[in-house]
Nanobody
Framework: QVQLVESGGGLVQPGGSLSLSCAAS????????MGWFRQPPGKEREFVTA??????????TYVEAVKGRFIISRDVAKKSVFLQMNSLKYEDTALYYC??????????WGRGIQVTVSS
């Protein structure tokens, strides 16, 4: 079992930056995939970014809307994944979820953390 806890959300002005953290506890993996999804108000949950790692290295993927603005990274020792969000826009306002893959599906989810972009 894996538990995921997000932190770092809040209110930020357009053009500002915010960093989210996701701490994992319980069973962890030498290789795997973790990521972030978000759910804007009144909309479906959507994929934002993911980081996949193995003995041969890491690979990151981003939805087109955040490319060049968001950066996903991880800290092996802290068992954490981070999301650095820059040049934030109104449309980035959402509940952000940390998630982890087991098998072929996003199996583990955090409770979510609110990010609000507003002037």
């Amino acid at each position: 079992q894996v538990q995921l806890v997000e932190s770092g959300g809040g209110l930020v002005q357009p053009g500002g930056s915010l960093s989210l953290s996701c701490a994992a506890s319980g069973r962890t993996f030498s290789s795997g995939t973790m990521g972030w999804f978000r759910q804007p108000p009144g909309k479906e949950r959507e994929f934002v970014t993911a980081i996949a790692w193995s003995e041969t290295g890491e690979k990151t993927t981003y939805v087109e809307a955040v490319k060049g603005r968001f950066i996903i990274s991880r800290d092996v020792a802290k068992k954490s994944v981070f999301l650095q969000m820059n040049s934030l826009k109104y449309e980035d306002t959402a509940l952000y979820y940390c998630t982890a893959v087991e098998g072929s599906s996003w199996k583990y989810w955090g409770r979510g953390i609110q990010v609000t972009v507003s002037s």
